[in-house]
């Protein structure tokens, strides 16, 4: 079945310490999201890739980074400069063009040891 | 710029009685609107969404919403209520032009037997 996944699904950091939170789908989308999503705040926009090998800043991009080297891979880091990482992290997918909605999948949740 | 407004935190309502989930939003231009559900720790499943035309969209699962244009309205209803319907809910906008998607803060809605 088409799908996004995302892993881990758990994710401890350490003060100091950068980790990376894994987004892969197969449904042959052009565009992918990470959001981040904390309680009574709705989704918050991090970065946004439209095709292979470009990305734009959301809302919220300070302190973390993308990559997007291929169409099904979008993995997300969480640097130590994002201060206050703890949230659940949710990455969705699209046709770039069109009134289709984003797919998600069942997202990460970071947390600080 | 564009906003979304779920202007209640949470809606309760007895099992078999009707239930309504508010949504106002602010769009430059043509708004796709979009309902999302989602179950704890995952991500946000599809409902329905409204692109134009009947004012009245049906959805998965027995929802449907109203679009209001004059008011700026896409609540969510449903006939009947069950307690597996107990969930967040999430508004959603994106301007016919754009390629973000503006996401309201959620409302939990929990159906009581």
């Known amino acids: 079945d088409g799908g996004i996944t995302q892993s881990p699904k758990y994710l401890f950091r350490k003060e100091g310490q950068n980790v990376t939170l894994s987004c892969e789908q197969n449904l042959n989308h052009d565009a992918m999201y990470w959001y981040r999503q904390d309680p009574g705040q709705g989704l918050r926009l991090i970065y946004y890739?439209?095709?292979?090998?470009?990305?734009q800043k959301g809302d919220i991009a300070e302190g973390y980074s993308v990559s997007r080297e291929k169409k099904e891979s979008f993995p997300l880091t969480v640097t130590s400069a994002q201060k206050n990482p703890t949230a659940f992290y949710l990455c969705a997918s699209r046709w770039a063009v069109g009134n289709q909605p984003q797919h998600f999948g069942d997202g990460t949740r970071l947390s600080i040891l | 710029a564009q906003s979304v407004a779920q202007p209640e935190d949470q809606v309760n309502v007895a099992e078999g009685n009707p239930l309504t989930v508010k949504c106002t939003y602010s769009v430059s231009g043509n708004p796709y609107l979009f309902w999302y559900v989602q179950y704890p720790n995952r991500g946000l499943q599809f409902l329905l969404k409204?692109?134009?035309?009947?004012?009245l969209v049906k959805g998965s699962y027995g929802f449907e919403a109203e679009f209001n244009k004059s008011q700026t309205s896409f609540h969510l209803k449903k006939p009947s209520a069950l307690v597996s319907d107990s969930a967040l809910y999430f508004c959603?906008?994106?301007?016919?032009?754009?390629?973000?998607?503006?996401f309201g803060a959620g409302t939990r809605l929990f159906v009581k037997a």
């Open positions: 959603a906008v994106r301007d016919t032009g754009g390629f973000k998607t503006i």
């Open positions: 890739s439209q095709i292979v090998n470009d990305f």
């Open positions: 409204y692109i134009t035309g009947d004012n």
